[in-house]
T-cell receptor, first 111, second 120 residues
Framework: DAKTTQPTSMDCAEGRAANLPCNHS???????VYWYRQIHSQGPQYIIH???NNETNEMASLIITEDRKSSTLILPHATLRDTAVYYC????????????FGQGTRLTINP | GAVVSQHPSWVICKSGTSVKIECRSL??????MFWYRQFPKQSLMLMAT?????????EQGVEKDKFLINHASLTLSTLTVTSAHPEDSSFYIC????????????????FGPGTRLTVT
């Protein structure tokens, strides 16, 4: 799988939008961008994924650049419960396969 | 739907003993399950891929004789840490991929809540 790079940590004020960037410059044409988050001492939680179009669900929005070399996860109205480590992963959708987690971004939402 | 459970959620054991951790897919069948380990303030590292009815595939550097994996049914995989030592203390997380048509695993992957192992 292609490698991803993310900032180590970010802070955001409660109620504001949190924008988490991810670089994946070596992504292949058939690889999707996936986002997971891990709240302290819990298993990872799926957030959203996309190929090339922007995606939105009840949790977040995913903006993928036209060249697909980077993406941004947007939490529109961050709450204290969004404090977690956010992982950006690129992968193909082809059967069961291991996920390679990078170091992720530790997002802290401040009151 | 798509719930994965782990048992126990935490365990403390003495050095030299063995500990078994269970990973269950509660509402789906999973031909493939994965075991990850996470040390404090570090990312998840894959230990092994578990396939129902066959031997697990271990990642480089993971001792297969120390971390025994059994995937005897489509809803249960177990990880046994044998002769545990304090350096095995970690957060162990499993994930499961639902079995799709013709018995082929789906690309979806659902994570368990994790098991915290402390070896004293």
């Amino acid at each position: 799988d292609a490698k991803t790079t993310q900032p180590t940590s970010m802070d955001c004020a409660e109620g504001r939008a949190a924008n988490l960037p991810c670089n994946h410059s070596t992504i292949s044409g058939n690889e999707y961008v996936y986002w997971y988050r891990q709240i302290h001492s819990q298993g990872p939680q799926y957030i959203i994924h996309g190929l090339k179009n922007n995606e939105t669900n009840e949790m977040a929005s995913l903006i993928i650049t036209e060249d697909r070399k980077s993406s941004t996860l947007i939490l529109p109205h961050a709450t204290l419960r969004d404090t977690a480590v956010y992982y950006c992963i690129v992968r193909v959708l082809q059967g069961a396969q291991k996920l390679v987690f990078g170091q992720g971004t530790r997002l802290t939402i401040n009151p | 739907g798509a719930v994965v459970s782990q048992h126990p959620s935490w365990v403390i054991c003495k050095s030299g003993t063995s500990v078994k951790i269970e990973c269950r897919s509660l509402d789906f069948q999973a031909t493939t399950m994965f075991w990850y380990r996470q040390f404090p303030k570090q990312s998840l590292m894959l230990m092994a891929t578990s396939n129902e009815g066959s031997k697990a595939t271990y990642e480089q550097g993971v001792e297969k004789d120390k971390f025994l994996i059994n995937h005897a049914s489509l809803t249960l995989s177990t990880l046994t840490v044998t002769s545990a030592h304090p350096e095995d203390s970690s957060f162990y997380i499993c994930s499961a991929s639902p079995t799709g048509g013709l018995g082929v695993s789906s690309y979806e992957q659902y994570f368990g809540p994790g098991t915290r192992l402390t070896v004293t």
